[in-house]
């Protein structure tokens, strides 16, 4: 399939390591966050939301992480498998408009 | 559940040619999205559909490009004439609610 995108931020770890994936978001009006995993020739696939009433919520071996403060999201994945290596988007929703930042590609070796 | 679909998933055209975008939504779902991802960004929003209406086409350019939902299931994106700059993928989201949106695969459009 075709590249996602060809000069993103790359994180790369080890299998097994875990993974923090990071955003910094625009619009303190947004209420609400998602993380969305895009594999290459694919469209985005929901991973985990959070309100911006919440500071934290798990998810299956994912933990999303915001600070409205510093207006900062975090993804973490725990264990990092080969499958999981795809671009991560974080998107923010400010009057039920979801606007995406711009990806991070991460690489898990084997 | 089928997903959404999408086609055609490739297309090649000439600047100031037209083309055009289908895309099926999850059925029952009500609203309908069409983003433009640019390679190397994040999906854009061009235009939401709640059944037929449009509830938001703020960054649609208008002057080339147009969409329908006729029925509220199926969706058209047209684009005429395409400049080199709308080359990009064009992704088809629905949902149920707001919050959670189902992407479909996208199609491809290189504009030469």
């Known amino acids: 399939g075709e590249s996602v995108g060809l000069h993103l931020p790359t994180l790369s770890v080890q299998e097994g390591d875990n993974s923090i994936i990071n955003c910094a978001y625009s619009?303190?009006?947004?209420?609400?966050f998602i993380w969305y995993k895009q594999e290459s020739g694919k469209g985005p696939q929901f991973i985990i939301d959070?309100?911006?009433?919440?500071d934290k919520r798990q998810g299956q071996r994912v933990t999303v992480l915001l600070n409205k403060t510093v207006k900062h999201l975090s993804l973490q994945i725990a264990a990092t498998q080969p499958g999981d290596s795809a671009v991560y988007f974080c998107?923010?929703?400010?009057?039920?408009?979801?606007?995406f930042g711009g990806g991070t590609r991460l690489m898990v070796k084997p | 559940e089928a997903g959404v679909a999408q086609s055609p998933r490739y297309k090649i055209i000439e600047k100031r040619q037209s083309v055009a975008f289908w895309c099926n939504p999850i059925?029952?779902?009500?609203?309908l999205y069409w983003y433009q991802q640019i390679l190397g960004q994040g999906p854009k929003l061009l235009i939401q559909?709640?059944?037929?209406?449009?509830?938001?086409d703020s960054q649609l350019p208008k002057d080339r490009f147009s969409a329908e939902r006729l029925k509220g299931v199926d969706s058209t994106l047209k684009i005429q004439p395409a400049k080199l700059e709308d080359s990009a993928v064009y992704l088809c989201?629905?949902?149920?609610?707001?919050?959670?949106?189902?992407f479909g695969p996208g199609t491809r459009l290189t504009v030469l």
């Open positions: 998107a923010e929703n400010a009057g039920n408009m979801l606007t």
């Open positions: 059925s029952g779902h009500a609203t």
């Open positions: 959070i309100r911006s009433n919440m």
């Open positions: 989201a629905s949902s149920l609610t707001f919050n959670e949106q189902f």
């Open positions: 619009n303190s009006a947004s209420d609400y």
């Open positions: 559909f709640q059944n037929n209406g449009v509830v938001d």
